[in-house]
């Protein structure tokens, strides 16, 4: 085939890439009643997106499900309105709504059309400042939440994600702790009710708001939120505990009936704020972050162990962790731990060489392109920024950082954090 | 509304393009017109074993994902039983190093015996990680076989058993490739902030000498009249019984599809669903229950599933769910229902367009159809629907004649 073709193809075309980014820009505006309201206007088609978040994650609650189940049964009765009929005007108004909830944060977010923005945020109102938490609706709520519960547990992912959490941090921590499907039974509504009056308020909260947004969405917001200051003027305080990390380094839960092990391996780090945290943000990249990875390409591409195998960087308001994670076929759990240890050997003893160095550079610069790309991307982002105190800067260290890291600084770092003695490994299957 | 502009190269190659002005990224999608139905019954499993395999190299880019990756981009794929979809996002200034790449793996692709060894480990974990390990992972592998006995439905992409990826050989890849992988059987679509007139002459200077080949000849199997109703019951480890019930329905191109898809709206599109609101909150028999189309290309399902509470009858739970099924086949629903289902359709369609890839692979998939203007002419087709074409739907559609049933049991051992 040969002779057909004239073009060139053995030189790649050559490459450009920014050499900053262009940060959306973001309209910080407090209202009436010390609100804060976040507006991202990128719009192009006719819809936004508004999120509301609150400092009321699992932390704060007093007993297991409390934070989630509140957050979860907003919607199913306010003052104004049964369950039925806000189920029924949020689907009639082409909207939707998503309740998301972590260790430190729970988020309210609608998604809707410009033209029915006002009738949305009525609801929201309700939703957010009046829900009553019926006893009838609870109650369908934690059997369906309760055998949910119990099919996620079937999965050795999830029996792996638990126990590793768990050994990290001390099962008593906030950070560690983990419910139980029994610990449904024991929710009532005014659990609920008492968890909402502290923590759902006006001082405890910030709105951000992305898409095609005007003057008018703006009043409509601060109408509804941001007058006078709604629910308890208290701001929640994190409490500090102290993270226990388990002594036992390699755990293994048995599901005799696994066709796959999960795997889980990792520490406790630190949080976002940490001058260290973009550097590691960098290394977990190199070592299973993308696709390309050290991790991904020796145990899927070349032994062909696993479907997929990933390291990410968690990080939670006080704290954070490494996390590598795959599953594999029970057979492979051997090689595959040796494998990953191999992995974090080589960066702790062998520089990375130019090549890789400014693959992983040039990834990570697209891949923050990418990741504000659209409306929904933006504001997740500046969501997770805000949760820090920070604000899209965080995005421009993080780009800094990896033009100008070293591969000595990667060595640093490999050789400071990523002792293979202080690492907790967990095996959840047949093993 | 997307605007776009289509352009057809001299080897056949489809072109579409959209000019986003609001994204510093370009989107570049190749969607190949081949799945899991144009598979060899003997050898199923190998369109999406391929759709691996374009990843090992080719011969001037040794690595695909890393010369993407070096130009900021990122890329993978994914296979229907209709076609194959390969997509990569990267920074609009190196727009050409997906086009190299892309081109150059539809040109010489380079896949060697290690390649293909390493690919079927990685599928069969795929396999069990996805199928197997999981809860309920297992019911498309019951449910397709059942529904279908002639049509390459029959089987799902990831194939029919691990057997017959564990026999993939050198040759069936090669011959796979000449038949199916030709500029002529393939569309391109990109979206970013590039004059259209620069993308077509970029994609015409990588793709525009690749060679065109023989049209594919697609000569599948017609599925024949299902005239019996068809049940199959398992028991599995799991908490819960879950239950199936698929309907036969019709192809694609069919007006009726969107009155199929409105009327899976109608049962489950929301909490504000019948199924939800009368059956989930008001029976105290179900955790869950859904409904909804497999938007095959060829006669495909709608399938309302529901999983039962601990200790419910199966019998009784089934015939609430036949009530409100017989429901939909004799009662007209309300204008204000059939409102709300559209309102909704409207929505998440418009929702769907925030994001370059999802427009590149949106163009894409309707070009495929048949024709990319459906990607803003298809509302229009919801919206014309009526609530007697509900009834008429319904009333067709499920019928116990055209109806697989999958019993999926708990099998109450409860170590859970």
């Not at chain 1, 050499?19 to 991202?40: K, M, T, Y």
């Not at chain 1, 909260?205 to 947004?213: L, Q, Y």
């Not at chain 1, 006080?318 to 996390?323: F, N, P, V």
Request: glycine residues 6%; negative net charge; hydrophobic residues 35%.
């Amino acid at each position: 085939m040969n002779d057909i073709v004239k073009l060139n193809r053995s030189v790649a075309p050559e490459i450009k890439l920014p050499d900053g980014i262009l940060l959306p820009a973001v309209n910080d505006i407090r209202l009436q009643n010390g609100l804060s309201l976040s507006v991202i206007n990128t719009g192009t088609a006719d819809i936004l997106r508004f999120s509301i978040v609150f400092d009321a994650g699992t932390r704060y609650q007093p007993q297991f499900l409390v934070a989630a189940s509140t957050l979860r049964m907003l919607a199913e009765g306010t003052e104004k309105y049964k369950s039925e009929e806000i189920a029924e005007q949020i689907d009639f108004y082409g909207a939707s709504v998503d309740f998301d909830i972590d260790r430190d944060w729970s988020c309210v977010t609608f998604y809707s059309l410009v033209r029915h923005f006002e009738k949305i945020m009525e609801i929201a109102e309700q939703i957010i400042k009046y829900p009553v938490f019926p006893e009838k609706e609870l109650n369908i709520y934690k059997q369906n939440q309760k055998q949910q519960m119990i099919i996620e547990r079937t999965k050795v992912s999830t029996l792996a994600r638990e126990a590793f959490v768990s050994a990290l941090f001390g099962k008593n921590h906030c950070y560690g702790s983990f419910a139980q499907p029994d610990d449904y039974d024991r929710l009532n509504s005014s659990m609920l009710s008492e968890f909402h009056e502290k923590y759902y308020s006006s001082s405890n909260a910030f709105i951000v708001v992305s898409g095609k947004i005007s003057e008018k969405e703006i009043q409509i917001i601060s109408d509804t939120f941001g007058k006078k200051t709604w629910g308890n003027p208290q701001k929640a305080e994190p409490e500090r505990q102290k993270i226990v990390t388990s002594p036992e380094k390699t755990v293994y839960i048995s599901k005799p009936d696994s066709v796959q092990s999960a795997i889980r391996i990792g520490k406790v780090l630190f949080n976002k704020n940490h001058r260290d945290y973009c550097g590691m943000f960098f290394l977990n990249t190199v070592l299973g972050g993308y696709f390309g990875s050290r991790l991904m390409k020796n145990i899927r591409e070349e032994k062909g162990y696993t479907y997929g195998i990933y390291s990410n960087i968690v990080c939670m308001r006080d704290s954070g962790y490494l996390t590598i994670s795959a599953e594999v076929g029970n057979e492979y759990v051997k090689s595959t731990l040796e494998e990953i240890k191999n992995e974090i050997l080589r960066l702790q003893q062998q520089k990375i060489t130019k090549d890789e160095l400014s693959l992983v550079k040039n990834y990570i610069i697209g891949d923050i392109l990418r990741s504000m790309d659209g409306a929904w991307k933006i504001a997740d982002i500046y969501i997770d920024v805000r949760q820090i105190n920070s604000n899209l800067k965080h995005m421009e260290q993080i780009f800094d950082e990896a033009l100008k890291i070293s591969p000595d600084r990667i060595l640093d770092l490999a050789n400071r954090y990523l002792d293979t003695a202080t690492l907790t490994t967990i095996i959840a299957g047949r093993g | 509304m997307i605007e776009y502009k289509k352009f057809i190269l001299k080897n056949g190659l489809t072109l579409l393009a959209h000019r986003d002005r609001s994204s510093p990224i370009a989107a570049v999608n190749m969607l190949y017109r081949v799945g899991a139905r144009d598979e060899n019954p003997e050898k199923t499993g190998f369109a999406h074993l391929f759709e691996h395999l374009m990843f090992g190299g080719s011969k001037n880019v040794k690595s695909f994902d890393g010369e993407l990756q070096i130009a900021g981009g990122e890329n993978n794929a994914f296979t229907c039983n209709d076609y194959t979809n390969y997509y990569i996002s990267l920074p609009k200034e190196n727009i050409e190093t997906a086009l190299w790449a892309e081109s150059d793996r539809m040109l010489y692709p380079d896949i060697t015996q290690q390649n293909i060894d390493t690919q079927r480990s990685v599928v069969i974990e795929e396999f069990n990680q996805r199928y197997l390990n999981q809860p309920y992972g297992d019911v498309w592998l019951l449910l397709r076989p059942l529904a279908y006995k002639v049509h390459p439905y029959r089987w799902a992409t990831i194939g029919k058993n691990i057997e017959h990826i564990k026999n993939a050989s050198l040759c069936d890849v090669e011959r796979f490739f000449d038949l199916y992988y030709s500029p002529n059987n393939a569309v391109i679509s990109i979206v970013a902030d590039i004059e259209y007139e620069k993308i077509y002459d970029l994609v015409e200077k990588w793709f525009g000498e690749i060679p065109r080949r023989a049209n594919v000849e697609r000569q599948l199997p017609a599925e024949p009249q299902q005239t019996e109703l068809r049940t199959l019951a398992v028991e599995r480890n799991v908490p819960l019984t879950n239950l199936y019930k698929a309907y036969k329905m019709c192809n694609r191109e069919n007006p009726d599809y969107y009155v199929c898809d409105l009327l899976t709206d109608v049962l489950a599109g929301g909490k504000s669903s019948r199924l939800y609101r009368n059956l989930v909150k008001n029976t105290n028999l179900f955790a869950g229950a859904n409904a909804f189309i497999s938007g095959d290309i060829d006669e495909g399902l709608l399938t309302v599933s529901a999983r039962l509470l601990p200790d419910v009858d199966v019998e009784k739970a089934e015939a609430a769910i036949s009530n409100e099924i017989e429901k939909m086949r004799t009662e007209c629903v309300c204008e204000y229902e059939l409102e709300k289902v559209k309102n909704k359709m409207e929505a998440s369609h418009i929702y769907s367009e925030t994001g370059i890839l999802n427009k590149a692979m949106m163009l894409g998939y309707y070009e495929m159809l048949g024709n990319a203007d459906l990607i803003n002419d298809e509302l229009k087709y919801y919206r014309s629907v009526t609530a007697d074409d509900i009834m008429r739907v319904s009333e067709n559609v499920f019928s116990n004649e055209r109806c697989s049933v999958l019993y999926y049991k708990s099998d109450g051992r409860n170590n859970f």
